[in-house]
């Protein structure tokens, strides 16, 4: 995936309401794109049918 800059992250953490300074968020912006590109490999190795089922229905009634 495509790398975030610093306006995109600066636009992200106000989005988040945290109020960061420039130096703050050139210092975080490397560490940020490397969980993103972490987490895009992550996502590539898992394959949906070994993913759990998400479902949950609360309405359904137990059988008797």
């Not at 490397?34 to 590539?44: D, I, K, M, S, V």
Request: glycine residues 10%; charged residues 30%; proline residues 5%.
């Amino acid at each position: 995936g495509e790398k975030l800059t610093l306006v995109e992250l600066r636009a992200m953490a106000e989005r988040a309401g945290l109020s960061l300074g420039d130096d703050e968020l050139a210092r975080l912006l490397p560490g940020v794109n490397r969980a993103r590109g972490q987490a895009a490999e992550l996502r590539q190795l898992i394959e949906r049918s070994a993913e759990p089922a998400g479902a949950f229905n609360a309405s359904r009634r137990p059988q008797s």
